[in-house]
């Protein structure tokens, strides 16, 4: 089947077309320049550059794709979790087209999409693999059943994403948000062992059914105090080294959990999705202990870690093809919808 997949949960206004497992399109818009100075997405203002992106941002792929909306056989949309004001242009642009060219629509979870995508480089899921969600707002091990029909939450962080932990950190230390690209590139100028960083949650919630969880507010507290009491001593701060550091610790407990859930599971895959898994440092680790541990990790490609409309347009196509029945013509959004939803 082929596919128009539409993306708007936080900063990018996105849109692609895949027919089967080929992409024919992939366009994406973003409004975090306009963010940048506030240190944080401002909704009011995603929202608004939504609206003005979305016409030229899904006519653009259509064209790309050399299509029109009559070939496609279906529409897809992310209707959660996300900023709601930023879902509702989404998620309402998305039904006026589908109503209009009388096109089937699934309201998709933006986060399982970050996974599904990678079915374009590696091909499908095999059956019964685990999958490392890193993103902005979410920091979970997955049981992936079947994508389009069931999947199980195996572990998830107890406070702060990844993602939101190196973005945290990267404020402290005067960067623009998003500040995770930041902390990579210095990262790898610096000893990731020169300053003392704990991992977070090595074993597990005590008493916890799932050793499988995460934590990461302590592992910037200690970061924090580290940085201010250098400034507090009148001393430099070594950038590179607390960023490598950084980097070492939170890609070593999130490679070292998510294989050793591979290997309790019986799984020889582990799918790796969003977009933390841009990070050099977690990719590395990943791939390292992945092949000494005899699991195949597949990281997407770079521009298809970070929010993009392949991701929702992948995830579309397994739902069609799993006759997975369309949402209904009032789906609402959901901004913080669980990972066990799927579609709507
Ligand atoms: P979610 O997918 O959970 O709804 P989101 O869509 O806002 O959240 P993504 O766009 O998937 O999040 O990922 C954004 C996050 O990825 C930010 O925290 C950003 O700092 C981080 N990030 C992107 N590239 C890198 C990188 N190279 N190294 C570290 N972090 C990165
Ligand atoms: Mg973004
Ligand atoms: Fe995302």
Redesign the pocket.
């Given at each position: 089947p082929t596919v128009l997949g539409i993306e708007s949960?936080?900063d990018e206004t996105a849109a692609a077309v895949i027919s089967g497992r080929d992409l024919a399109s992939n366009v994406v818009a973003s409004s975090m320049d306009e963010h940048a100075r506030y240190g944080g997405v401002i909704p009011e203002i995603a929202s608004r550059a939504h609206a003005e992106a979305f016409v030229p941002v899904v006519s653009k792929a259509l064209a790309d794709a050399g299509m029109t909306i009559d070939d496609v056989d279906a529409i897809a949309v992310s209707a959660g979790?996300?900023l709601a004001g930023c879902l509702a242009v989404g998620v309402s642009g998305a039904k006026a087209l589908a109503v209009a060219a009388d096109k089937p629509i699934y309201g998709i979870n933006?986060?399982i999409g970050?996974i599904a995508v990678t079915q374009l480089q590696f091909g499908d899921f095999p059956s019964d693999a685990l999958a490392l969600i890193v993103?902005?707002?979410?920091t979970s091990l997955l049981h992936v059943a079947d994508v389009a029909r069931h999947v199980d939450v195996v572990g998830t962080t107890l406070d702060d994403?990844a993602?939101?932990c190196?973005?945290k950190v990267a404020r402290l230390l005067g960067f623009p948000y998003?500040?995770?690209?930041h902390?990579?590139r210095h990262a790898r100028l610096g000893d990731p062992h020169a300053v003392r960083v704990p991992q977070g949650l090595t074993q597990g919630r005590a008493g916890h059914e799932h050793p499988y969880d995460f934590s990461f507010s302590g592992v910037k507290t200690a970061v924090a105090r580290w940085v201010e009491g250098r400034m507090a001593d009148g001393k430099d701060v070594p950038v590179d080294d607390v960023c490598a550091s950084l980097a070492e610790s939170v890609s070593t407990v999130l490679a070292t959990k998510a294989i050793r859930g591979c290997l309790a599971e019986g799984s020889d895959t582990l799918i790796v999705g969003?977009?933390?898994s841009?990070?050099?440092q977690l990719r590395e680790k990943l791939i390292e202990v992945g092949a000494r541990n005899g699991v195949e990790v597949r990281i997407p490609r770079i521009d298809l870690?970070?929010?993009n409309g392949a991701m929702v347009a992948m995830l579309g196509v397994n739902l069609v093809e799993a006759g997975i029945r369309p949402s209904a013509p009032d789906f609402p959004i959901d901004s913080s919808m669980p990972l066990t939803t799927i579609s709507v």
């Open positions: 949960t936080c979790p996300g933006h986060v970050h993103s902005g707002g979410h994403a993602g939101e190196f973005d998003p500040g995770g690209p902390i990579d969003g977009g933390f841009a990070n050099s870690c970070t929010d």
